[in-house]
């Protein structure tokens, strides 16, 4: 019985990897087993080397491990460049038509194309059979494979069934098994990227405007939403560029929308000076981030961590915003709906700060949609003598939208007076802005009744590793690994940053880590900032790739040194 | 019923402004609009620039949103697919529409989204204390270009043409009669509707007396406004300035194809996701 | 003997209120004394409310007080509005024609209209007649008044100087002198704002091309990069939006000028792609940033400290880049020419960070131009096999410009390998990453030697003021006012914070007060961060005006009760 | 003599994809304006936005600058100003120039600054997997716009027109030969030139054969390219697909204005500010 399966696929882009990589994966979470899917392609449409890293296990699956126990390759290079992440009795399985490999793993050669060849498929099908021979080699139910095929391939299926079959008897017939999976009784979970969460987790607290202009890693939140507008109630535009974007959302906002927008980092760059506005005009808004490696264009289809400062300290001069950095797919779903419950209730830009790894790999992610709801709101009773920025003890002036009878709504981007008319007298002036600010004190009090931290790991640790965003699931793995105790303190919101919880683990311990995918240590400077705390102990990844667990694991023991 | 459309804000533009005769006219429109059942107060929504016009929107008693420089047509054009039932106007200068807001200004005619863009083309950002514009003639001086312009300035009939906008006007300022009609038709018009409003700046740049003896009335003339060629052919006049409305055609509205009917301001249901969920496993 | 003198013009827009208030402190100017002007005006043409505050002293002027000895009004808000600021034997000087006044002050009634009658001159001149009672008053040389009008109004100087006279000899005949200024007998210095200053420094340092949209408090660089284009050897160009400015300068930069552009807060806010690109790609170039009060379009024409943060945490991704925060005109003159050297040494994005406190505000200064020169940069020598992007020990990699034969010089946005062609690979991607952040060590060391922080005041005193930018005038000049001994640490660069410098001041001292004008402590926040100290005495100030010395001696002394 | 044009950089493009063609006619067109003296090797510069097309900067051995979105009109723009001695040729894709950069390249055009644009009109953001650009036709579908575009598709000729670009071309990426010539007469053109190439994107819109039954060369037919009109009215065409030149005019330079035969960028010279410091005592 296998406790946990690794495995990798590659080939070109073009050659289906993703898609079969996926295929897989929702084989596996078919069978009740967890799963987490790492893709890895270039900014390419064809040709180059994508491949797709899969885990499983009847455990948590919180990150994929580089190192694999099987590698299918649709091609050679999969192999030149992967063989050294073959586990020692790992096994190697191709189509021996087009791949070639003498090395020291198992070599499990299949003649993928002649299979296609003889039910007259075309190219791409060969895939099907090659995961009719990785269900074999895991003992997976040709059933639920059939399952898969035939909800993702529809009218195109029986070919697809086809083959899957041939690449299972064949398997059957020559090869061995590598074990058959631990299986667990339980229904299966929705296999979700982090981007598929952030979506669905915004239709929960009442989104109903999307808009976005494509930029890679935030694309599939627009392809996704689009793609389920009707089924979700949505309106979704894509307009001419990312300023368009966030200035009408928040035009729909203030109409009485809910709205959201997403990009990465350079769209989010251009949208500095509207993120401002939110601030000033109070008209609320989500603003979704999703890191890839820069600074600039830098490594497009790649992660990192290294927008953290410039997210938290975006835009210009002082007003309330809150980000919130989910750190799995299913804190992807609850604190987006969260955000949107934040920036209604406060009027405020609240910005959701994810990264490729988290947005595009998949987890199995336990979603309940009970549990997230659309938070009520202050909203004006009545019409009559309303004022937009009405000062209130607590800072919040109530909302109301055009086409109230006799609400006149007038909002403003230079500084105003209660009535929303521009003003510029000094004590007037004071005034808003401490109204404004008034709605931190407010923030923070409704973030203490929610989960702004996460402890794992042992209460009493010496050892404190501190971390944020998707660099959660390689510490949790790497805790697995490490035979020190250790306490994790994940933190999820990094403005307003939750002191409250933080301050309390940070003086109690002999060692403190950082774990962060950028070079600066943004979030040890962070945290020194709002807590006075100095990391010494930093660990940094800025090669644009998410940790592994096992060199996570090894660096960690190696600062303790 | 005569509405309350003043508000309590003191007027700081310069006397003998033009924007006093956009604003005069806008007032006016808005009364007759809501007189003539078109729309209803509490649906009107004005948005403005950064400029001296953008204090239009603490001149007249509605709704509004003084939005960034630049950034008018993407406001208004939020503001009408959250809620179609609005009628949204937008006030931009020059600067803020043809310069900082070119794009959204091209996109917002090309959409054939049903707002109201009325720029008051005062050939100058004036607020800033007077620098060429996209619309500022050669040679124009200024202290950010003492030796005077050098780029030819762009023709705003002949860009919304080009872009596709369905309603395409000239105004002057103080002909508020005419502009009053003008501003009326814009905003009944079912579409992406737009005027240039030839405005007088009387500290940077005062065309008042240039542009009263050269100004004619286009439509007088017998002009087609579905003729295109003919449209653009009057908007290259020069000598004699016509006002009016150059081109106006019909053709699906951005908002309509998008929303059929729907009106995502007013939907409060939250969908269950359970069946999209589904998909995943 | 009157050791200084502070007074108070006020009118309507387009009554020359700036323009009198500054040929007054022109005056003082010449006759050796020091001079600070500090203009309020609104974001109005005509009508509003302006006045200039003037203050003058054989000692320097660091600071306009609220406390005058003389209002000169030219209309009655002016009176209305500045009467409480007189001090208790105040004078108040008014067109009789126009104003009225009967207050605790002596009135000083002069018929300026009938005076311009008299000389069949425009009623703007008036305020030439004004001037003229002005110096007068102050027992000022009359032929030093004619010297300036003349300079300034060249052929239409004749009208001016004979109202001037008018002036002078009414008030001869009808009022006692408030006191004669100590004079000092020295060369005058050049009355500059921060914006001259910082136009200057930049020439001085290599500029060659100037690019800019308008924006206030910025746009007075334009003005006069623009109006000196010949005299300074400059090209200067005004594109369609500050995204154009950007961009436009950084491919002026690559094409081997040296360039600069300017802004204030939203304008910046649209430029953090490119400095993000600017970081990645290389290419140097200078920003400077003008603070308003804000957030969003927020207060215009007024100033603020509220975008240190964003300036500081400015563009995606981790990325080498300084912050240099004048606190005078002076420092604005010399720092701003060492920004562009520190740019093009290091090759990296330089923001010069100001106000419109510093910007606007004219101040005597002191300027030798051989104290500040265009430094040397790494250059490539010879075109053969050059790789922009070379990878050296100190991160530097020499630069060509476009033209040099046999050089390919191939800059991108995208993560790229030495000779600037896109990347992907992990190991590239960590050995490029470095090799930009190698260059903060180097900047460090080099800011070593470059002056970073001013200390003022007394070296053992237990109380420790810190402060940055413009907010440095009113600190030295409360420090006059007050009784306690304090030390005074100005940090001139927030980015690299010069820990080095900083650290050793903080825990010699009891009590640490941070003084800026933002209402969320953004300077306190970043020494924090930085040092790990946490400031306890935070003096804030957020209505969009500069300090009064008078104001912030009080506040201080409360913060220590 | 034969430049050495190539790169190590492995090409990317899939296979039959358009930008090929255009990397083949770019070359060539260097080669021959080179050998003809037009300019030298080292005063080349290319730059190009982000999108498939943007690789093409990796695959010539030349001066280049990978830029930003959307931004390659003011990158190269500042190095024309820096160095009017730069000959320098823009790539961007039609989502680059005419979405994310409209404004940019309107501007540029207007100004008539010595700079050539070329655009891979490919109809779609191939580089982020297929969405609707500013050129996509109507009811183009993608997963953004699953229910198709509902935006009517920009016309690139008529908006160069309309914004004073004094030579507007059209090529197609799969006629080299021609498409060499175009590239050639653009930067030799003395001020903006603009080409939109059609390109197909084999993956995300194959006009391959589409294009291949369609095209005709424009200036076989006696097409006047100073006549406005005549420019216009064949850039409407859309049973035949007209390439070549459709309008060509000679106006003054921005550079040539801005500049008077300054070169920013050789002057090493610093000014003494003395003069300008007695200005302010
Ligand atoms: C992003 C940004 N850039 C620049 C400015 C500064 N600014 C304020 S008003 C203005 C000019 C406005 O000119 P125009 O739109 O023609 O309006 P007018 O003052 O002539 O009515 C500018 C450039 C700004 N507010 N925001
Ligand atoms: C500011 C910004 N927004 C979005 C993106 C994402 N992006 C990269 S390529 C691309 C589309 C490019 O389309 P196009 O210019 O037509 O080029 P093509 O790929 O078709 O050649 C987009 C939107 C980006 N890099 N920068
Ligand atoms: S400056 Fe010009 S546009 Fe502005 S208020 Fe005065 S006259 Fe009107
Ligand atoms: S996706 Fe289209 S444009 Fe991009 S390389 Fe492939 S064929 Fe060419
Ligand atoms: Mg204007
Ligand atoms: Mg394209």
Redesign the interface.
């Known amino acids: 019985m296998l406790d946990e399966v690794s495995l990798l696929v590659g080939g070109k882009a073009g050659e289906g990897v993703r898609s079969t990589g996926y295929i897989i994966g929702r084989i596996l979470n078919r069978h009740g087993l967890n799963v987490f899917i790492r893709d890895d392609y270039q900014s390419l449409i064809q040709g180059g080397h994508n491949f797709s890293q899969i885990r499983s296990s009847s455990k948590e699956t919180w990150s994929h491990y580089e190192k694999v126990d099987l590698i299918a390759a649709l091609d050679q290079k999969t192999i030149d460049l992967h063989e050294k992440e073959l586990v020692s009795n790992g096994r190697v399985l191709f189509d021996s038509e087009e791949v070639k490999y003498c090395g020291s793993g198992k070599a499990l050669s299949i003649p993928l194309l002649k299979m296609v060849e003889e039910i007259k498929g075309l190219k791409i099908m060969r895939n099907s059979a090659l995961i009719g021979v990785v269900a074999y080699l895991y003992g997976l139910d040709l059933t639920k494979v059939n399952a898969v095929l035939t909800k993702i391939y529809r009218e195109k299926a029986p070919k697809n069934l086809a083959l899957a079959k041939k690449g299972y008897e064949y398997a059957e017939k020559n090869f061995d098994r590598i074990g058959e999976i631990k299986r667990i009784d339980r229904l299966p979970k929705p296999l979700l990227t982090g981007n598929q969460a952030i979506a669905l987790g915004a239709v929960k607290a009442g989104l109903k405007v999307y808009i976005a202009y494509p930029m890679t890693p935030s694309t599939s939140i627009l392809h996704y939403l689009a793609g389920h507008q009707d089924k979700l109630g949505l309106t979704v535009v894509q307009p001419e560029n990312e300023i368009a974007v966030i200035i009408m959302a928040l035009g729909a906002s203030y109409a009485g929308a809910r709205s959201m927008v997403a990009s990465s980092g350079g769209g989010f760059a251009l949208m500095q000076e509207a993120i401002s506005m939110s601030g000033m005009t109070e008209v609320p808004l989500v603003i979704v981030e999703c890191q890839r490696g820069g600074p600039s264009t830098g490594v497009a289809t790649y992660t990192s961590q290294a927008d953290l400062k410039f997210v938290v300290n975006a835009g210009h001069g002082d007003f309330p915003k809150v980000v919130v950095a989910p750190g799995d797919t299913e804190e992807a779903f609850y604190k987006t709906a969260e955000a949107l419950n934040l920036a209604w209730k406060y009027q405020i830009p609240v910005i959701v700060l994810s990264d490729k790894h988290l947005s595009e790999s998949y987890k199995t992610t336990s979603i309940d949609e009970n549990n997230v709801s659309k938070e009520e709101v202050k909203m004006a009773n009545g019409g009559g003598g309303y004022k937009r920025y009405e000062l209130t003890e607590d800072g919040i002036s109530p909302l109301a939208f055009p086409g109230t009878p006799e609400a006149v709504i007038k909002v403003n981007s230079y500084e105003h007076n209660p009535s929303g008319y521009a003003i510029d007298e000094p004590e007037l002036i004071n005034k808003m802005q401490e109204k404004r600010l008034r709605k931190y004190a407010q923030i923070a009090a409704d973030l203490r009744s929610r989960e702004t931290v996460k402890i794992y790991g042992e209460k009493d640790a010496d050892n404190l590793i501190v971390s944020w965003g998707s660099a959660k699931g390689a510490v949790l793995e790497a805790m697995k690994l490490l035979k020190r105790k250790f306490k994790f303190l994940h933190v999820i919101y990094p403005k307003p940053f939750p002191v409250w919880e933080v301050e309390k683990h940070l003086d109690k311990v002999k060692n403190v880590i950082s774990v962060e995918c950028n070079s600066t240590g943004q979030f040890a400077s962070l945290l020194r900032e709002e807590t006075g705390f100095l990391v010494n102990k930093k660990i940094l990844k800025y090669d644009s790739r998410p940790f592994d667990p096992e060199d996570l694991a090894n660096r960690i023991e190696r600062v303790l040194e | 019923m005569k509405l309350e459309l003043d508000?309590?804000?003191e007027k700081?533009?310069?006397?003998g402004c033009g924007d006093f005769g956009i604003l005069t006219a806008v007032k006016r429109a808005i009364q007759e609009l809501v007189d003539s059942g078109e729309t209803?107060h509490?649906?009107i929504?004005i948005a403005s620039g950064?400029g001296?016009h953008n204090?239009i929107?603490?001149y007249i008693?509605?709704?509004?949103?003084?939005?960034?420089?630049?950034?008018v047509?993407?406001?208004?054009?939020?503001?009408?697919?959250?809620?179609p039932?609005?009628k949204v106007i937008g006030f931009a200068g020059d600067g803020d529409a043809y310069?900082?807001g070119?794009?959204?200004l091209?996109?917002s005619a090309?959409?054939?989204i049903d707002i109201t863009m009325i720029i008051h083309d005062n050939e100058v950002?004036?607020?800033?204390?007077g620098?060429?514009t996209?619309t500022s003639s050669l040679g124009f001086s200024t202290?950010?270009?003492?030796k005077g312009n050098?780029?030819?300035p762009?023709?705003p009939i002949?860009?919304m043409?080009?872009?596709?906008a369905t309603f395409v006007a000239r105004g002057f300022s103080f002909d508020i009669k005419h502009l009053t009609s003008l501003i009326k038709e814009a905003v009944k018009h079912h579409g992406f509707s737009f005027i240039d409003v030839l405005q007088p700046c009387k500290?940077?740049h005062d065309t008042t007396q240039f542009l009263r003896e050269r100004i004619y009335y286009l439509n007088e003339k017998g002009h087609d406004t579905k003729d295109f060629r003919a449209a653009w052919e009057r908007a290259d006049e020069k000598e004699r300035i016509p006002i009016g409305i150059f081109y106006k055609i019909e053709?699906?509205t951005?908002e309509d194809?998008?929303?059929k009917g729907?009106i995502?301001?007013?939907?409060k249901?939250?969908?269950?996701?359970?069946?999209?969920?589904e998909?995943?496993?």
Not at chain 2, 269 to 277: A, D
């Open positions: 508000t309590p804000a700081t533009w310069c006397r209803r509490e649906n929504v950064i001296c204090k929107v603490d008693n509605v709704n509004s949103f003084d939005v960034l420089h630049g950034r047509p993407p406001i208004i054009s939020g503001m009408k697919i959250a809620n039932n609005l310069n900082e070119i794009s959204h091209v996109y090309k959409r054939n950002f004036a607020l800033t204390t620098q060429a996209a202290k950010a270009m003492p050098i780029e030819v762009l023709n002949h860009l043409l080009t872009s596709g500290t940077y053709r699906k951005f194809q998008l929303l729907k995502p301001a007013y939907e249901e939250i969908p269950s996701i359970n069946h999209v969920i998909e995943h496993i």
